[in-house]
């Protein structure tokens, strides 16, 4: 299996290379034969090689410059997620894939247009939040952090339904985008750590069978205790 | 008269709260309620200095007044570190006069970087100090280059910036500006030509975002760098660390001055050098600068020294969430010769808000705990899962990682007669639960 991890040293805000690594163990764990490639602005990636590709979230301005490098693959990359290959993009990443991103000063940048979905930005606001979420692929809701300074309008498939925290935009329930096996969301840092389930989830896709899961104790438990410590504090809000 | 009652009803108030033991934002709070303008009523010193950054204001404000303090010089300052507006306030009323007049020779302003235009926006600043910028509480601030467009609102035209040239994205203030004081270090026998850090900040140009080069790395994205694009680079400095020796715990500044260290740590030594710089142009003599940083401890309860049975050990306040702070405490333990067990604890991931998000973990470089100088590894707290979880991604054998969910039960196990030495690395929020453990010395 190879795997790779786009943009790897400047969309790195959160921790988000975790994925790359919970990914890698899994399919390790699992069997697999997995190489890792870490490639960045200037390089040039082979897309189609590629079992997964992983893209993390940056700051607002880098976005920009990698955006630039970005557009060399959309066509690639178009091709690829219609092969139906993984591909999952957390933090403002995905926000690439739309039709554009409007800058805090009304700059309008094209972005690659695989999806008909845009992306404004504010100035000096940010809006963070603890999530908790479902999927409708996956038997328990997932928990993560939201950290953006954007809203994205547009989007018609929806991987997440927010049941405690934000989504796409202002008083949107529905967050991130799902199409076919590409999985792009708001959510940031190490979501496949902070979820075993959907790490498990996304492994299958590749391994084609319900991966052996036993290596992730820590992780199991950690997620529950996040799940109920973000649990309270809804029910606290629900309450206060 | 407006003003008169606003700093009387300032000055009731903060005497009342201080008697219950009260914080100091409340009577600045009631201040600018009762007259938004209020600072600018008032007449200020001669000398305003502000600091601000991610790390280290606190106790760079704390040394600066105790080098001008002991130098004759009256000083107000917010020494509880209430840096927002509010507490900025209550401080610059409770030194003024009830006709409006400080009548400190200097003013010294810790300012919380996200809010320090609001701060500003009355007060005229005759010097500004910014520290550093880090990954910090990003569930509250985002990012860097977010906390830089804040403070950049913040920089009025006429103020003397004094900042750090080490950090890239500090220097960026200073581009294209006239008479900037620099501080930094030159290369360090501390040193590394490669980076250690999971993630490097500096990686890309804060102008340009073409690839930077860096000739030498002090620590994380701290160094000497140059663009490879738009020329940007490290600006020559104006007070310099010309050398430090960490064994024997000495530094120097400006090729003359010696200062004996009393915590061996990086961190430290640019708080010094900031105040030493603060100090020098306020027209201290750097002798006697260097001669009251000598071994100078922290009143500030960031490093902490206690026994645990017969254990001995120490507390190094970090900050979660801020993983520059962490590598630094991890640092210190990994330079501890006689061998030292280590407590990290992770309970309430902040005191001032809630937050479930551990994402952090994964930028603190835990790999250097994988240090002949490292026995017991002690992970602790409501997410020690998301710790372990974090460790199991690193080379430390399992076998010297102990869970415990319960902070007591941490304190038990490490009260179990070994030798070595402790260190506990935990925040503010966490560090009430382990010194109730312990003996504090």
Redesign the interface.
């Known amino acids: 299996m190879k795997l790779l991890h786009l943009y790897h040293d400047i969309m790195n805000l959160y921790g988000d290379y975790a994925n790359v690594s919970a990914m890698e163990r899994m399919l390790t764990k699992n069997g697999a034969d997995v190489t890792v490639d870490r490639l960045s602005l200037g390089d040039k990636a082979e897309i189609s090689d590629y079992d997964f590709i992983f893209i993390g979230s940056g700051t607002e301005k880098n976005q920009k410059t990698v955006l630039a490098d970005f557009m060399k693959y959309k066509d690639e990359l178009s091709e690829y997620i219609r092969a139906h290959k993984l591909l999952l993009m957390t933090g403002n990443s995905f926000e690439m894939l739309g039709k554009s991103v409007t800058d805090g000063h009304g700059v309008r940048y094209d972005a690659l247009g695989l999806y008909n979905y845009t992306t404004v930005e504010f100035t000096g606001k940010r809006i963070t939040a603890d999530i908790i979420c479902t999927a409708s692929f996956l038997d328990k809701p997932l928990v993560g952090f939201i950290n953006k300074s954007s809203e994205i309008f547009g989007i018609s498939d929806s991987l997440f339904q927010t049941k405690f925290g934000v989504g796409d935009s202002e008083g949107f329930h529905t967050e991130g985008i799902w199409d076919r096996n590409f999985f792009g969301t708001h959510l940031t840092g190490p979501i496949l750590i902070k979820n075993p389930h959907f790490l498990a989830s996304l492994a299958s896709l590749l391994l084609g069978r319900e991966p052996n899961t036993d290596h992730l104790t820590y992780e199991q438990k950690g997620y529950e205790t996040t799940l109920r410590k973000l649990s309270e504090r809804e029910q606290a809000k629900t309450e206060g | 008269m407006k003003s008169f009652l606003t700093i009387l009803i300032c000055k009731l108030l903060r005497f009342a709260g201080r008697l219950i033991g009260k914080g100091s934002s409340m009577p600045g709070q009631v201040a600018l309620r009762l007259c938004p303008d209020i600072l600018k009523r008032i007449e200020l010193p001669k000398y305003v200095v502000a600091i601000t950054g991610s790390n280290g204001k606190t106790s760079t404000v704390e040394m600066i007044a105790h080098i001008l303090t002991k130098s004759g010089k009256s000083v107000a300052w917010n020494r509880e570190g209430s840096n927002q507006i509010e507490g900025v306030t209550t401080m610059v009323l409770s030194n003024a006069t009830l006709s409006g007049k400080v009548k400190s020779d200097i003013m010294l302003i810790e300012s919380d970087e996200r809010y320090a235009k609001k701060t500003f926006k009355y007060i005229d600043i005759t010097h500004y100090v910014i520290t550093n910028l880090y ?1 910090d509480q ?3 601030n ?5 906390v830089f ?2 403070i950049a609102e913040s920089i009025k035209p006429d103020t003397e910036l004094i900042l750090n040239a080490d950090d890239p994205l500090v220097s960026v203030f200073g581009h294209d500006r006239e008479g900037v004081i620099w501080f930094g270090a030159d290369e360090l026998s501390t040193d590394t030509k490669e980076l250690i850090s ?3 900040d500096g ?2 140009c804060p102008i340009c ?1 073409a ?1 930077m080069k860096y000739s030498t790395h002090h620590y994380n994205h701290i160094g000497i760098y140059e663009c490879t694009s738009c020329g940007y680079h490290r600006e020559d400095t104006d007070y310099t660390i010309t050398a430090v020796d960490m064994n024997k715990g000495v530094l120097e500044i400006n090729g003359k001055y010696h200062i004996s260290l009393a915590l061996k740590s990086l961190y430290n030594i640019y708080n010094i050098l900031a105040a030493f710089t603060v100090a020098s142009l306020i027209g201290v003599d750097g002798e006697k600068i260097a001669q009251e940083m000598n071994d100078y401890v922290l009143k500030n309860g960031r490093v902490i020294n206690f026994t645990l049975g017969e254990r001995k050990g120490t507390l190094l306040t970090s900050k979660h969430e801020n993983s520059v702070s962490y590598d630094h405490s991890i640092r210190v333990a990994c330079a501890c010769e006689q061998g030292a067990d280590v407590l990290i604890i992770v309970d309430a991931i902040s005191r001032k808000y ?10 603190i470089d835990f790999e250097m705990l994988d240090n002949k100088n490292i026995g017991d590894i002690v992970l602790a707290g ?2 020690v ?2 710790l ?2 974090r460790f ?2 690193t080379d430390i054998p399992q076998e010297k990682i102990h869970l415990f969910e319960d902070i007591d039960k941490a304190a038990e196990y490490l009260n179990n007669g070994r030798k070595e030495y402790i260190y506990i690395i935990t925040c503010f929020s966490d560090k009430e639960k382990i010194l109730s453990e312990v003996e504090v010395i």
């Open positions: 990954r990003l569930t509250r985002g990012h860097p280059e977010f467009e804040a999971v993630y490097n990686a890309y975002k690839p809630f937050t479930g998000d551990t994402s952090w973990l994964w930028d409501t997410y899962n998301d372990a979880a199991s991604y």
